[in-house]
């Protein structure tokens, strides 16, 4: 085993790390990190759509940091300096020395999809983190044999389910590579039982709390797949190519074909039949298709030793400068908010995610004029209704009153009290049988020039509800 390369690999955390902390306070929250405050600050066993982990990170990092965007990216931040430190590791793993670790923690760093989830907190950011370390501790398992693994196994598995169920596809598809190709012998260890039970542990308070809620989870996953599954299935492959860079595709695609015909790594094989049958899985269910691209990042590590073999001196510079160019030029500039933010148009082609960290505080100013409408001796018994949780998350934040949603968690934050049957601001598209009396008061206009999910979302302000929340609420309730 290769001495691990602390030094040069250090640098490369150092970098990002220093690279992400500069650009983590411009613009503002993304609409999932103001679901995330909200969230932390009910803090449960689990929520309408996802486990507890990140809720969680997030009212850590902010009560140490500040509840500010740099301060909540902060957990974003450690996530993404870890899964370098894991993917180096895991080149290592493969027999890579001092280059090939250093090129994998280069291109792990400067991969979009890891620039974009380290930029910001989100369920994707802790998940490349989890799959990460998943791929170690299994290689570790069958490069050694040592049943013991299991139970790091378990671990990593459960920790993982307590972020996202979706780590289990990735199980699934590297237990079903491991019958296909091997090794099989470490499915005869008597630690596999105990490492499935350990991870069982762990993920069961997520777990009890989703069977007691009968499952939303599946409600939203369900929801997914039909409302995006064709055009998921549409992007799968293109975005394959992209979510690590065009430049980078050589690697992984060298990686997945050493670890197939090479002799010694016979024993990783099942690694390059895994991430095939983990597409296939993701095909039929209709899943969005950066769910994979953890894998990738496994696969370039095992693709960094030939690519740098195979290239002379020369050619390694030429790479290098490439790689550096193009993740300044591409990676960087549509992962982070680079940019001003009136420039943003071509960049939302690609990453739509930056134009929703703009334009919050200027909703909250165009709701709250509408608010200032309802006279004030009504206001105590008036609501503010949001279409989703973007919406409710800004207005709280930006410390707007009496702020509810039925969609995801917010419908069991709610509803409000039937005693609240004054005027009603709702911001976004209702039913007409929902609220008596609707007058459209404003459409936002966020002044940016940014084209983001709330850019021309209306506003308008209602009597009252059409009859008690209680009876209305379940009517109002949004899976995805």
């Known amino acids: ?86 993917l180096a590791l895991v080149a290592r793993e493969f027999g890579g020395g001092r280059g090939p670790q250093v090129l994998t923690a280069a291109i792990t760093a400067l991969a979009a999809f890891v620039v974009v989830d380290g930029h910001m907190l989100s369920t994707t950011t802790v998940d490349m983190l989890v799959w990460s370390a998943l791929g170690l501790v299994f290689l570790r398992l069958f490069r050694t044999g040592d049943g013991r693994w299991w139970l790091a196994i378990g671990a990593v598995a459960g920790i993982g389910m307590e972020s996202k169920w979706l780590v289990l596809l990735m199980i699934a598809s590297i237990g079903l590579a491991v019958l296909a190709v091997g090794p099989r012998t470490v499915l005869g260890s008597g630690w596999l039982p105990v490492g499935i039970l350990l991870a069982l542990a762990l993920a069961a308070p997520g777990f009890v709390w989703q069977m007691a809620h009968d499952l939303p989870m599946l409600s939203v996953a369900h929801g997914i797949s039909v409302d995006d599954g064709a055009e998921n299935r549409i992007l799968f492959v293109p975005m394959q ?22 002799p010694e790594l016979r024993w990783a094989r099942s690694f390059a039949v895994a991430y095939p049958v983990l597409c296939v899985l993701l095909l039929l269910l209709g899943g969005k298709p950066y769910y994979s691209a953890p894998f990738l990042l496994l696969l370039a590590a095992a693709g960094a030793e030939p690519c740098l073999r195979w290239l002379d001196r020369t050619w390694r510079r030429v790479v290098a400068i490439l790689l550096a160019v193009e993740g300044a030029a591409v990676s960087l500039l549509v992962g982070l908010p680079l940019l001003p933010v009136s420039a943003l148009g071509p960049i939302l082609a690609v990453n739509k995610e930056q134009g929703e960290q703009a334009g919050w505080p200027e909703l909250a100013t165009t709701v709250s004029r509408v608010w200032s409408e309802i006279p004030a001796e009504r206001r105590s018994i008036s609501v503010i209704f949001t279409r989703n949780y973007g919406q409710a998350g800004a207005l709280q934040y930006y410390g707007l009153p009496s702020v509810y949603s039925g969609h995801m968690s917010y419908a069991d934050w709610g509803p409000p009290p039937n005693s609240s049957f004054g005027p009603v601001v709702v911001v976004g598209q209702y039913r007409p049988e929902w609220f008596a009396g609707c007058r459209e008061r404003a459409v936002h206009d966020n002044g940016l020039g940014v084209d983001n999910e709330e850019q021309g979302v209306k506003i308008s302000l209602c009597t009252g509800p059409s009859r008690q929340w209680s009876s209305l609420w379940p009517e109002l309730r949004r899976f995805y």
């Open 241 to 262: 190519l992209l979510y690590l860079s065009p430049v980078v595709v050589p690697v992984w695609i060298a990686g997945a074909l050493r670890l197939w015909r090479d």
């Open 1 to 86: 085993m290769k001495r691990f390369a602390w030094v040069p690999v250090g640098l490369v955390v150092a970098a990002q790390a220093v690279v992400l902390t500069l650009f983590s306070g411009r613009y503002g929250f993304h609409r999932d990190e103001l679901y995330f405050l909200t969230a932390g600050k009910r803090l449960a066993w689990g929520y309408t759509d996802q486990p507890p982990l990140t809720p969680l990170l997030a009212r850590i990092s902010t009560e140490i940091f500040g509840e500010t965007p740099a301060g909540l990216r902060v957990a974003a931040t450690l996530c993404a300096a870890a899964t370098v430190i894991t």
